[in-house]
């Protein structure tokens, strides 16, 4: 995340599980990896709800959601490429803390939490988790990067990720560089013209931020 964009990178894995017992993995057609990113710009934080990290990082885990049930939906006619599992993962240990319990507790748990902001963003991954994912059967749990990525690709993947995200957040900056350049142009000929509108009180940006890995597992 940085003062003048926001960047989200996600890495979609299917990994083959070996049931216990089994001689050998079936056979699966869900493509192994899917990337993803995007960007917004800072004069949209407000309207995103992005203008805190854990926010941010929840606004991801949609975006993951998202590309999860695309995944799931697609493939749940066939036993052999059916998704029984999927692993959302980021970096914020404060995230996957909150988002797993108000999973389990809400929306009793939700009025505990103090700040509106921070209260709808959780309630809208909530409600995606139930409705995009438990109603299709699929088991959906949130890990801490650090703690999950055990093996070289969930590594790999994870690395990606964080490029993407830097990508979409450069991609986000120069586009607002481009039309702050091209206000400051308009106000130089018209020197009627008013000052430019900025948000204020963003987070600091922070260099080593990941993007969000989203691994599926069927």
Do not use: W
């Not at 490429?81 to 980021?90: D, G, M, Q």
């Not at 120069?174 to 987070?203: C, F, H, I, Y």
């Amino acid at each position: 995340m940085q003062r003048q964009g926001l960047g989200i990178g996600i890495v979609q894995q299917a990994e083959i599980v070996v049931a216990e017992g089994a001689k050998r993995a079936r056979a699966s057609h869900v493509s192994p990896t899917k990337e993803k990113k995007y960007s917004v710009k800072r004069e949209l934080f407000r309207a995103q709800n992005v203008k805190t990290k854990d926010r941010a990082n929840m606004l991801a885990l949609l975006h993951a959601l998202g590309m999860a049930h695309d995944t799931v939906r697609k493939n749940g006619t066939e036993e052999s490429s059916r998704v029984e599992e999927v692993v959302l993962v980021t970096s914020s240990p404060t995230v996957v803390e909150s988002v797993n319990h108000h999973i389990q507790n809400a929306p009793e748990s939700l009025e505990q939490v103090p700040k509106m902001n921070d209260r709808l963003m959780i309630k809208r991954v909530v409600k995606a988790v139930k409705k995009k994912l438990f109603r299709r059967g699929v088991n959906i749990s949130i890990a801490v990067a650090k703690e999950y990525n055990t093996t070289g690709a969930r590594v790999r993947a994870s690395a990606r990720a964080r490029t993407l995200a830097r990508q979409g957040g450069s991609k986000a900056c120069k586009s607002r560089r481009q039309r702050m350049r091209a206000q400051n142009d308009d106000s130089t000929e018209d020197p009627m013209a008013g000052p430019t509108d900025v948000l204020t009180n963003d987070p600091p940006e922070d260099p080593n931020e990941p993007g969000i890995q989203s691994t599926s597992t069927g």
